[in-house]
């Protein structure tokens, strides 16, 4: 059983009293949190978002775009409204982190089961490698341009191995071992380390414009010229759908695994409102550089250079090349320590607790990343956007739906919170499996695999003559995302089981 304290009942807590740590399901770092480690500010959120959305793979989506077929207006509105639409599932499931301080593999306890809850965490996870790998591999090539104007010898490094040069490889494995080092401090550095990397991140951005707007002639002359990057006019229709998908899959991740975050929030305010001013309006802002400082480039060098490492190779001054160095490397380091680590290392400690701690679950992470070949990954923006972003909101929002469904209908918003834990509870359902939910998952991605097959095999991902699953795969995540809630809403409401009246009160 579970009490709630007078002062957490007022701010809508609940704090696990009963002893669980016996349990082969519990270990310190997927244990609720107590009330006093709920410290994180509305401030600690927004600066936690705008951590993770000034990142170089932001810069570069609406670039993606624009090549596709977009001009910047109605890029910026694609990106503003896709990060809109995924603010909503992104709230609803982080209400469950801060009421309960239950991560995002515990909470999945509920609707998959005990056991159950590792399919949808292993999905997590898997998609979380893949970004590390890219981030990291952006973060290496930073580095990399650095030490070649510092250092000219550095280049001369050119042993290839996978079609990358010995150079790159070394900046790589740099960033990676920087990475496995913050890993080993845990959850809480990343609280600090996104609370000072806010306002350089910011600052950096800003400084690029400014510098872009004055060398260009004026930001007005700057986004005219933007239609020059347009390779094809008149095709926004037939690109919406694909590009607003990806814009919602590009966080639909943590749509998932918010309540990791959450799960430390002062209050259900401070989390809103924290993800409400950092999360759209600075993923749409930073676009908006990305947009306008490539379209200067044009101008200024004669060829649009739509990466800022590449662009930053460009600069003589060994000063000025170390300070953007630092806001990319602040950048990518951000964003990989919170987006990309902190769930999959939840989620591989899930499958064993006992053997599996949050240190051990990020260092998985970080090798897994590195298998994953980020280098083919990042190979085409097509690619990016077309196969890999809208293929994996595919997989995120069947389980959006499905977590969704539970705690807000199925549930009401009450949970056993010591059931999380037990191996014979409430939600063990049939050894520790709920299968409604797997159904629900599997008949909920089926619609759109075949169109994820065709994407996958064809260069630059976008099919020249799309046919009904094509179509159909472009909006993904919304597809599967509405299967998945009423699929599971249908099946579980023929369910009879203490499963579905397990509360905390």
């Not at 994953?372 to 997989?395: C, D, H, R």
Request: proline share 4%.
């Amino acid at each position: 059983m579970t009490t709630e304290s007078p002062a957490a009942a007022q701010r809508d807590f609940v704090e696990l009293q009963t002893d669980v740590s016996h349990s082969p399901l519990w270990n310190r770092d997927l244990a609720p949190t107590t009330i006093k480690e709920r410290t994180w500010s509305t401030w600690n959120i927004a600066a936690l978002w705008i951590g993770m959305s000034v990142v170089i793979t932001t810069y570069t989506l609406a670039g993606g775009f624009i090549e596709a077929g977009m001009n910047w207006w109605q890029a910026m509105i694609t990106i503003l409204l896709g990060n809109t639409i995924v603010l909503i599932p992104m709230i609803l499931n982080a209400h469950a982190g801060t009421k309960y301080g239950v991560s995002f593999p515990v909470l999945s306890r509920a609707a998959f089961g005990t056991k159950g809850a590792n399919v949808p965490a292993m999905l997590r996870a898997i998609v979380a490698c893949g970004w590390f790998g890219i981030q990291t591999w952006i973060g290496g090539t930073a580095i990399d341009a650095l030490f070649g104007v510092m250092f000219p010898a550095w280049n001369s490094l050119s042993t290839t191995f996978l079609e990358v040069a010995l150079h790159t490889w070394i900046a790589f494995f740099l960033f990676w071992a920087i990475q496995v080092f913050i890993i080993l401090k845990g959850v809480e550095g990343i609280k600090y380390l996104e609370t000072w990397s806010a306002p350089l991140l910011l600052g950096g951005g800003l400084i690029l414009l400014i510098w872009a707007a004055w060398r260009a002639g004026g930001l007005g002359h700057v986004l005219t010229q933007s239609a020059a990057l347009q390779k094809q006019h008149g095709e926004f229709w037939r690109i919406f759908p694909g590009a607003l998908t990806a814009s919602v899959g590009y966080w639909a991740t943590l749509s998932l695994n918010i309540p990791d975050f959450t799960r430390y929030a002062r209050s259900q305010k401070s989390q809103m409102m924290g993800q409400a001013l950092g999360l759209p309006l600075t993923m749409t802002a930073f676009a908006f550089i990305g947009v306008a400082v490539t379209s200067a480039t044009l101008l200024i060098y004669g060829v649009a250079i739509p990466n800022p490492v590449d662009l930053m190779a460009r600069f003589d001054s060994v000063l000025i090349i170390l300070f953007a160095t630092a806001v990319i490397f602040a950048a990518q380091l951000t964003t990989n320590m919170a987006a990309n680590v902190v769930s999959p290392s939840n989620d591989f400690s899930n499958l064993n607790p006992r053997l599996i701690s949050y240190v051990t679950g990020g260092l998985i992470t970080a090798v897994i990343g590195i298998l994953m070949m980020p280098w083919k990954l990042m190979a085409s923006m097509g690619a990016y956007i077309f196969t890999w972003l809208i293929g994996y909101s595919g997989l995120m929002g069947a389980i959006a739906g499905i977590l969704i469904c539970d705690y807000w209908v199925i549930r009401k918003q009450r949970l056993d919170l010591a059931g999380l834990f037990k191996t014979n509870g409430p939600y063990t359902y049939s050894n520790g499996f709920n299968w409604r939910a797997i159904v629900a998952l599997t008949i909920a991605i089926l619609p759109v695999v075949p169109g994820f097959i065709r994407a996958a095999s064809t260069p630059g991902g976008r099919v020249a003559d799309p046919n009904f699953f094509d179509s159909l795969y472009t909006y993904a995540w919304f597809v599967t995302f509405a299967l998945g809630f009423g699929i599971y809403y249908v099946l579980m409401r023929t369910a009879k089981g203490d499963s579905l009246n397990a509360t905390h009160g």
